[in-house]
């Protein structure tokens, strides 16, 4: 089963989707890999696109040739 995730989340919605710790995800996102937040309602959320695309650039994703990057994501989507 697919867990569904919010499109904003906040720093420990974002670090699980990540799966990491949140010290981890907050260390990441201080040195700049992963993005930082957005202010939402006065309080900091997460953006999942944007998420997805620094991991993508992290993974290498969006240098791979367009077969590997298909083949790539429908596998992750299994």
């Known amino acids: 089963m697919t867990a569904r995730w919010p499109?904003?989340?906040?720093?420990?919605?974002a670090a699980?989707?990540?799966?990491m710790s949140e010290s981890a995800f907050v260390k990441e996102v201080t040195i700049g890999r992963l993005p930082g937040s957005?202010?939402?309602g006065?309080?900091?959320?997460w953006d999942q696109h944007a998420l997805d695309a620094?991991?993508?650039?992290?993974?290498g994703v969006d240098t791979m040739p367009d077969y590997r990057r298909k083949l790539y994501e429908r596998h992750a989507q299994a």
Do not use: P, Q, S
């Open 42 to 45: 006065g309080r900091e959320h």
């Open 54 to 59: 620094a991991i993508n650039r992290i993974a």
């Open 16 to 19: 699980e989707y990540c799966d």
């Open 7 to 13: 499109r904003l989340m906040k720093c420990k919605t």
């Open 38 to 40: 957005v202010l939402v």
